[in-house]
């Protein structure tokens, strides 16, 4: 199954009762193994999740620590781009050629990478003075 088709599947199980706005997602950690997310609302707004931060917590979850590819879908009218504070999540560990593939659940795709959605993003290297 393509990592594309794993978001999509995933998807199908996203918790969102208050924006009704499903979104999956599935990552390759360098290992081979794939991850899932879909997003988890909450009746408190602020702590819903999104279904970048459940695929990476199940990778870590699961043992992995690197991304290798990642992919997000949603029913959208162009492809679902991480919000910020997951395009900081993905950062933590991925390198920034990694592939981020973004696509609509009606077949739209589009390819970026990591450092084309974040560019000169904060990372340990600024704290190495500490
Ligand atoms: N959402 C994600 O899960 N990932 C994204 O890339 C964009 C937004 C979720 C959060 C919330 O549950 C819903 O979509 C609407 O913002």
Redesign the pocket.
Known sequence: MSLIDSARAVRENAY?PY?K?K?GAALRATSGTVYQGC?V?NVAYPE?T???AGAIAAMVAGGDTAIAEIA?IADSPKP????GG?RQKIAEFASGDVKVTMATTDGVILETTVAGLLPGSFDADYMSRT
């Open positions: 969102a924006s706005f979104v997003n609302e819903g999104c279904a970048e997000v679902v781009s991480p919000c997951c």
